[in-house]
């Protein structure tokens, strides 16, 4: 899969999905930080990159609906530090094999995975 990684996450969250055989870049690598979100959203979809935020408006099926994209990762934490943040990734990595993606949004929070269509 290839995935497109929010400048609000550790760029560690790429390397996890890069060792576990995926195609990761960050908002960083491309130079678009500070971009806004519509325009972040179209560069994933011309990419079909999965985006992977901590931006809860990514959630808001209204604006970003999940049919649109190759995928929507919104990670909805209590804490918000990079051991924590990766920890979660780390869990979520084998759900990648196993629950649909593509045209769906991932709301990830502690506990759980809520994913719609």
């Known amino acids: 899969m290839r995935f497109k990684i929010d400048e609000n996450l550790p760029v560690e969250v790429a390397e996890l999905l890069r060792h576990a055989g995926h195609d990761a870049l960050t908002v960083w690598d491309q130079h678009l930080q ?3 979100d519509q325009d972040i959203s179209a560069i994933c979809q011309a990419e079909q990159r999965v985006i992977v935020t901590l931006d809860i408006g990514f959630a808001d099926i209204r604006s970003y609906s999940p049919d649109q994209f190759s995928g929507l990762i919104v990670l909805r934490l209590k804490q918000q530090d ?3 943040v990766l920890t979660v990734v780390s869990r979520i990595l084998s ?3 196993t629950e649909p ?3 769906h949004l991932w ?5 759980r995975v809520r994913i719609r269509s």
Do not use: F
Not at 107 to 111: A, G, K, N, P
């Open 95 to 97: 759900l990648l094999s």
């Open 101 to 103: 993606l593509d045209q």
């Open 107 to 111: 709301i990830v929070d502690e506990r």
């Open 82 to 84: 990079k051991p924590h």
């Open 34 to 36: 500070g971009w806004e």
